[in-house]
């Protein structure tokens, strides 16, 4: 703990230098306009920060969501658990709702199969990059214990039996390779494909697509080359028993689970069914979905990609595959066909089929296969069909697999809040949900999970392309969907279909008051929409305004003489704009165009839930469309919206149903203007908006923002796809595109933001670091007081963040007042103040008064952020008015009245006196100004080299830090007030504009990020919930009796062969079969990492679980030991007893009477 103690004499500002090296409190930065300010009084600050960097530490806790771009599936049927590896070398691993586990392989290979060791607490994963993978499950952040790199074939199909430490790998060369999973190792013992063929046979058999062991006989292994040729291969006598040619390439191959037949799926949509007894030809050869022609021939199909043969003892057989459809109708969906007797069932699938799996009562493949579900992995969802009934419903999902239901395009992140908002939003969330499920159980049921002790409520807001909003349930690092509402309700459904834009309702940002539950949308063509929840349904009418907010000026700024000491004058109070939707510049109606979407005039009928009650439109303006929202900020307590864009900035009164304020943004300064703005030169040929690119203070850095805050497309966009988007600024924004859609992208990356350079024609290309930017960095880079011509500073002024507040508007305030803060793109901080009735009554006739002309703040960077503080470091509230039911039943007894909570900022503050302080961040920097004085008592250069993207004030361990997420992919946490660096992590470079995009902090030290199109990730920068994460996560792995396999009787035990006396040892050690080339594969023993040391070593919680476990296991084994030594007694007493009979009946016999 450190107590930081700021004397203010009146003259100067004075303070050490920060770590991190940044200059804190300079003489340059003293005062509002950088000069020395006399304050009214001296006076102390007194503030003791309890955050230390000890109290934080960043590290993933969960990621929620489907799995992007899937490659593999895997099933352990004993402990219940579902393993899917990614195209990106991601592993998810699922059991219960709560269990929910990410894996990540260090080389970003695709996975291209996963093996359970069955009940073992085990995964064998096989990538791309030639490797395989043991992971140890028994933890709760399972690790690599070993690895096996392949050097000179490359691997195509694993298999692994049941109750078996060899695994069998099969390569692109046709060889088949058997790795010892204990030590993971090669054995010397390997079927070379020249051998398992014929030696007549001229060409090469193709990859090994297919490995399996007979159920009949565990010495028999079946391999399936791809051209077609299948060949059952006797281990003990390393020779073929039999091979069977087909002309057509072999997908995959299914045993009957006695171990008589198997059948193959084919390239040509055929099955056949091979019999062991005559293997020349096949038994029954099917085209399931080819149908006979006029001309007596059938019809091509498409290939069945996977096939499973499965027995049921009440039933006839299932035959479950994928694919095989004819090629006759194009456009059809992707198929599950299921075939249970003479039924034939077809599942069409809403995307392609990656892998499917039968889930089965049992785990040996000898016996009756029972299958209950089939689990069906496609490319953007995981179903799950239930095979016990007729009609085959599909299970209900409990995991979150449908975030991505529409591309995600904004994200908010809400801690501590209400603990009433989520039973009543789940309430009647509810009642919409889906019907026709399955009334069974969710089969994938494994792991443990429990509710921690270090859980509060939590929500996660997303936004869609589509205009739906859903509210998440985030509380306990779980996801559920509570409620989700859908924006385009509002609008008018276009006439014809067609709106002439793919996304026209896309959600741009969202602003949520979680105390008064008023919530507010911003949508991608210029449109506001005001919620109201409301627990009843009601007849509403949704009122909407039009603003003109598109200036028509175009400003050129020039840097003042005293710029580098700008000193502001005290503003003179300016009367407020008109208050109407009046256009900051003058002129006429005409050529003004309404929005494409056109609100609901009518009457209707909303249900329980958030109800639309206001909607705020921008205009288009001589054929083009408005400039997008940049910011917005509502307050429930004063009843005002505001909002701003490039061009100006509006306000709106929501309990009156006016606007109050819609000004340019040069306009709100007065003059107290800190640029020289000159007219631009008539000569010039005036540029339309949409060909304006706002340009900053470094052409680099303006490049890279550029590109990043583009557009949402690589939001919307369910692919990694980073090609440049082409934007051609020369054309006409009206003309030459396929969309509407494209127009608005190209007008949100020029203009939504300010330091983007201005080019005439350019391309929207990933973000990325390269020398040619360095350099470009090093020669362009200018400080804001560099000298540059005022033609060479073509800018416009964007509007960047906004917030309501009770504060100082001037210095001479004495006490605080209504004011709203307005943050602009070049490092501008303006408080715009406000006169509101305090009585009910007079609130909703009397008019609200506000108008520039309050204090001017200035900071390096577009400004990102506004905090306020007391004067001994409390985070003060904006107030707002507790909920009410708008349409709860009248009481004539009562009088229905606003309830206001409002948090003073002298509320607590004997020893200051009246005043507080305000914490700014801008992309640069961070300030922190004491008003009403304006004085700048700490500052902080947060990165010199990159550009912060996202910052937050946020409440960590019973304090408050900021919180800021850079562009180099940095997360950092600064104190308050001093704004001492505490944390500064590398932990995340920003690859994709969906990061930028979606990153935010919240409370309690924690953040999210839209880690690819389909997944959120959840990170923690706090030590103590790093602590507690393990009591917090699910386990994967818990022990369970190995079901005993079936007594298969004397008869079937000694006609149906002698498996129970194959010794895989015996065969693939080293004594028999000796060692492998060391140059064919290199073992790579598993880092089981020292994050995993360090997890496995941290909690007694997790000590006395592992030694449970420990003493289960060995209580487990000592069990099975004694069983078999038991059985090994009998054996030996039924062995003497029968040698003693046969002694005895033979003892007095010559050896002729033998």
Not at 692 to 706: A, E, I, V
Not at 767 to 772: A, D, K, L, T, V
Not at 864 to 875: A, E, K, M, P, Q
Not at 945 to 971: E, K, M, T, W, Y
């Amino acid at each position: 703990m450190k107590k930081f103690r700021k004397v203010l004499d009146g003259l100067t500002t004075s303070s050490p230098v920060s770590g991190g090296g940044g200059t804190v409190g300079s003489p340059s930065c003293g005062s509002a306009a950088g000069t020395p300010t006399t304050a009214p009084t001296p006076r102390e600050i007194d503030v003791q920060e309890t955050l230390v960097s000890e109290n934080f530490q960043l590290c993933k806790t969960v990621r929620h969501g489907f799995p992007y771009q899937p490659t593999a599936l895997a099933f352990d049927p004993v402990q219940k658990i579902l393993a899917i590896g990614s195209r990106s070398g991601g592993v998810r691993i699922l059991g219960r709702p709560g269990v929910d586990c990410y894996c990540q392989h260090e080389s970003g290979a695709a996975v291209l199969q996963l093996q359970f060791l069955i009940n073992e607490g085990a995964l064998v994963t096989a990538c791309a990059d030639d490797t395989l993978h043991l992971w140890n499950l028994r933890q709760r952040r399972p690790a690599v214990l070993h690895s096996l790199k392949f050097n000179r074939e490359r691997i195509t199909f694993c298999h692994l039996p049941f109750q078996s430490k060899w695994l069998y790998v099969g390569t692109e060369r046709g060889n088949t390779h058997i790795v010892n999973i204990e030590s993971f190792i090669l054995s010397g013992y390997v079927i070379m494909w020249n051998k398992a063929i014929e030696l007549s046979t001229k060409t090469h058999p193709g990859p090994v697509v297919h490995l399996s062991d007979s159920p009949k006989d565990e010495g028999k292994l079946l391999i399936g080359f791809e051209s077609g040729t299948v060949v059952q291969w006797d281990l003990r006598a390393k020779k073929v028993d039999f091979r069977i040619y087909y002309d057509e390439a072999i997908h995959s191959v299914s045993w009957h689970h006695e171990g008589k037949q198997f059948m193959c799926s084919h390239s040509d949509g055929s099955l056949t069914l091979w019999n062991l007894r005559n293997t020349t030809k096949p038994f029954q050869v099917t085209f399931p979905h080819g149908k006979i022609q006029k001309d007596g021939r059938k019809e091509s199909c498409k290939p069945i990609l996977k096939v499973e043969y499965k027995t049921s003892r009440s039933s006839e057989p299932f035959i479950i595959f994928s694919g095989g459809l004819s090629y006759d109708k194009a456009g059809r969906r992707p198929t599950l066909t299921i075939m249970h007797g003479k039924a034939i069932t077809v599942l069409e699938m809403d995307h392609p089929i990656v892998e499917f799996m039968v889930l089965c009562e049992t785990p040996y493949n000898n016996e009756v296969q029972e299958p209950y579900a089939v689990v069906v992995l496609l490319e953007k969802d995981l179903i799950v069909v239930d095979l016990t009934q007729s009609n085959f419903p599909v299970f209900e999902n409990p995991y979150p697999m449908d975030v991505h239901e529409s591309p995600v395009t904004c994200t908010a992140y809400f801690a501590d809040c209400p603990p009433d908002i989520i039973p009543i939003l789940y309430s009647i969330g509810a009642k919409h949900k889906k019907t026709g499920y399955s009334q069974k159980e969710w089969p994938i049921s494994g792991g443990t999970w429990t509710l921690g002790s270090h859980t509060y409520p939590e929500i996660i807001i997303t936004g869609h392309a589509d205009g739906s909003i859903k509210f998440w349930d985030a509380s306990a690092i779980t996801l559920q969907m509570l409620y989700k509402m859908k924006t385009s309700k509002v609008f008018e459904k276009p006439k014809g279909g067609d709106t002439g834009d793919d996304d026209p309702f896309a959600v741009q940002m969202v602003s949520w008051c979680p105390q008064s539950r008023i919530f507010c949308v911003v949508g991608i063509a210029a449109h506001i929409i005001l919620y109201r929840f409301s627990k009843y349904d009601a007849n509403t009418q949704i009122v909407s305004l039009e603003v003109r907010l598109q200036c028509e000026t175009e400003d050129v700024i020039s840097p003042s003489e005293t710029e580098n000491n700008p000193c502001f004058s005290e503003p003179g109070p300016h009367s407020p704009h008109h208050q109407h939707a009046s256009s900051p510049r003058g002129g006429t109606p005409e050529g003004m165009k309404d929005s494409c979407l056109k609100v609901k005039e009518r009457s209707v009928r909303v249900p329980p839930g958030y109800q639309a009650e206001l909607v705020v439109q921008l205009l288009w303006v001589d054929g083009e469309p408005p400039q997008q929202i940049t910011s917005v900020d509502i307050n429930s307590a004063y009843g005002l919206l505001a909002f701003g864009n490039c061009n100006g900035l509006a306000v709106v009164d929501y309990l009156q149903k006016t606007i109050l304020l819609c000004m340019s943004t040069l306009d709100l300064y007065g003059s107290s203007d800190p640029y020289q703005r000159l007219t631009r030169s008539p000569r010039r040929n005036r540029q339309s908006t949409s060909e304006f690119c706002m340009r900053g203070l470094s052409n680099f850095y303006s490049d890279s923002k550029k590109r990043i805050r583009t557009s949402y497309q690589s939001l919307t966009e369910l692919s990694d796809n980073q090609q440049s988007i082409d934007m051609e600024r020369s054309r006409s924004p009206t003309s030459g595109y396929a969309s509407r859609r494209a127009m608005l992208q190209q007008l949100h990356g020029v203009t939504m933001y300010s330091h983007d350079e201005h080019h005439t024609t350019t391309t929207s290309t990933p973000y990325c670091w390269s020398e040619r930017a360095e350099s470009r960095e090093n020669s362009f880079s200018r400080s804001r007081s560099s000298s540059v011509s005022s033609i060479d500073r073509d800018t416009k002024e964007a509007i960047t963040t906004l917030q309501f507040g009770e504060s100082f508007a001037r210095k001479n305030d004495l006490i605080p007042t209504p004011c709203l803060w307005v943050g602009t793109s070049l490092g501008v901080v303006l408080l715009i103040p406000m006169s509101i009735p305090t009585d009910q009554e007079e609130r909703m006739e009397e008019s609200v008064t506000m108008g520039p002309g309050g204090a001017v703040l200035m900071l390096k960077g577009s400004v990102l952020r506004f905090g306020f503080l007391d004067c001994v470091g409390t985070l003060i509230q904006s107030p707002y008015e507790v909920w009410r039911d708008p349409n709860a039943p009248e009481d004539p007894d009562r009088l229905r009245r606003r309830k206001l909570v409002h948090f003073s900022p002298s509320s607590s503050q004997d020893t200051c006196g009246e005043g507080h302080l305000a914490v700014v961040c801008s992309e640069r920097q961070a300030k922190v100004f004491l008003m009403p004085s304006q004085s700048c008592l700490f500052v902080h250069n947060i990165t010199e080299s990159s550009f912060v993207l996202r910052a937050d004030i946020v409440s960590v361990c019973n304090s408050v830090c900021l919180a800021c997420f850079c562009a180099n992919g940095h997360v950092m946490t600064l104190s308050l007030p001093s704004l001492r660096p505490l944390m500064d992590v590398n932990y995340l470079p920003l690859t994709d504009m969906r990061i930028a995009r979606t990153f935010c902090f919240t409370n309690g030290g924690q953040a999210l990020y839209l880690s690819s199109p389909t997944e959120i990730q959840r990170i923690t920068y706090s030590q103590e919930m790093c602590d507690n994460l393990q009591e917090m996560l699910g386990e994967l792995f818990t022990p369970i009796e190995t079901p005993e396999a079936q007594n298969r009787g004397f008869l079937k035990g000694f006609f149906g062969g002698n498996s129970n006396n194959f010794d895989r040892e015996e065969l693939f050690g080293e004594a028999a079969a000796g060692k492998a080339s060391r140059s064919l594969a290199q073992h790579i023993p598993g880092q089981a990492g020292m994050e995993g040391m360090k997890v496995a070593a941290s909690g007694v919680v997790g000590d006395l679980a592992r030694a449970r476990i420990a003493l289960d296991e060995r209580g487990q084994r000592l069990g099975e030991l004694e069983e078999r030594t038991a059985l090994m007694m009998t054996s030996a007493e039924v062995f003497s007893k029968h040698a003693h009979e046969m002694m005895l009946k033979y003892k007095d016999k010559k050896w002729y009477q033998l």
